[in-house]
């Protein structure tokens, strides 16, 4: 039935994580994450994929990252490797408390005390690309920066295009592999529409790979057969 449809793809693409080490708990854009209301981070220390877009020009993503104590925030971006996205990109800043002038303008006004390092995009050079597990497909590697024993506050992750362009892209915070029960029911439920492009704005290459059907060897794990 369709239940155990999806329950089975989701395992399969759970099978992977054991051979990737970009296995990242996966989540769909419900509603534009706006400064006004952003996407809320409360654990930024394991991982967590964000599909989500740049749905018109000007388009601006926020992601709130809330540090209770100190803490490596890990941040990187990705594209779906699309004919369209050939030259399409991503700019993202970390915005939080003591951290440097940004670079460029930014499209929010940062409040006061805060700075920011800003990751250009690179979508004009040549980039390298790998098979997302979740859902099989081929995305282009984007640039990733981590800011060590950041203090205890709160961050944001500013995402735009520079150029005016629009389309999709994955936002990937925090590096820690653990899949306990609340991160197997989210990929649970998001890996099948991963895998049906229901995260893409455009008409896209179909799945690359098949995920394997894994074992959950203990909470906290996954094995592959």
């Avoid at 990929?187 to 290459?205: E, F, H, I, Y």
Wanted: aromatic share 8%; net charge negative.
């Amino acid at each position: 039935n369709s239940k155990l449809t999806i329950l089975t793809a989701a395992a399969g693409a759970l099978g992977t994580l054991a051979m990737s080490a970009s296995a990242h708990v996966p989540f769909l854009e419900e509603t534009d994450y706006t400064p006004e209301k952003p996407y809320i981070v409360h654990d930024a220390e394991n991982s967590k994929s964000l599909s989500a877009r740049i749905g018109k020009p000007g388009d601006v993503d926020v992601y709130r990252i809330d540090l209770e104590k100190p803490a490596r925030i890990y941040t990187a971006t990705n594209i779906p490797w699309c004919p369209q996205y050939e030259t399409f990109g991503v700019t993202y800043a970390l915005a939080g408390p003591g951290l440097p002038a940004p670079a460029i303008p930014l499209p929010v006004t940062l409040p006061e005390g805060y700075g920011a390092v800003v990751v250009r995009d690179t979508s004009e050079q040549t980039r390298e690309s790998w098979v997302e597990p979740f859902s099989g497909r081929k995305m282009w590697l984007g640039e990733e920066y981590a800011l060590d024993a950041a203090p205890a506050g709160t961050y944001t992750m500013i995402i735009w295009n520079e150029r005016g362009q629009t389309g999709d892209y994955i936002a990937v915070i925090g590096e820690g592999e653990v899949f306990n029960a609340p991160e197997i029911r989210q990929t649970v439920a998001t890996s099948p529409k991963l895998r049906d492009g229901a995260n893409l704005m455009v008409n896209c290459n179909p799945t690359v790979a098949a995920p394997q059907r894994p074992n959950f060897a203990k909470p906290g794990s996954v094995t592959s057969n």
